[in-house]
């Protein structure tokens, strides 16, 4: 079974780090792109940072440049989304996702995405 699990959310106070973790199982994680998207309370999701299998960055957009950082851990099967300087816009819910590629917009079938972990910036 395929299995994405997000952990490491939680509220924090504006400018204080966090970060988020994702454990894959169930299929070949080195052969697939990870990612994150979020999604906030009324809005559409928006995609947050890729990293391809060679490890290339794609960003989604240019508000989290500087501020947020991707890296997998190819042995442990995990993803890793580093929050710095998080402000109370960035509140949404974090999903991991898996994809072929990282492409314009994440994927779009739920079966790439994990349930997701809730982040709360407050100011």
């Known amino acids: 079974e395929v299995q994405l699990v997000e952990s490491g959310g939680g509220s924090v106070q504006a400018g204080e780090s966090l970060r988020l973790s994702c454990a894959g199982s169930g299929f070949s994680f080195n052969d697939y792109a990870m990612g994150w998207f979020r999604q906030a309370p009324g809005k559409e999701r928006e995609g947050v940072l890729c990293i391809s299998t060679r490890g290339d960055i794609t960003y989604y957009t240019d508000s989290m440049k500087g501020r947020f950082a991707i890296s997998r851990d190819n042995a442990k099967n995990t993803v890793s989304l580093l929050m710095n300087n998080p402000k109370p816009e960035d509140t949404a819910v974090y999903y991991c996702?898996?994809?072929?590629?990282?492409?314009?917009?994440?994927?779009?079938?739920?079966?790439?995405w994990g349930k997701g972990t809730l982040v709360t910036v407050s100011s």
């Open positions: 996702f898996r994809d072929y590629g990282c492409y314009a917009e994440p994927p779009d079938m739920e079966e790439y």
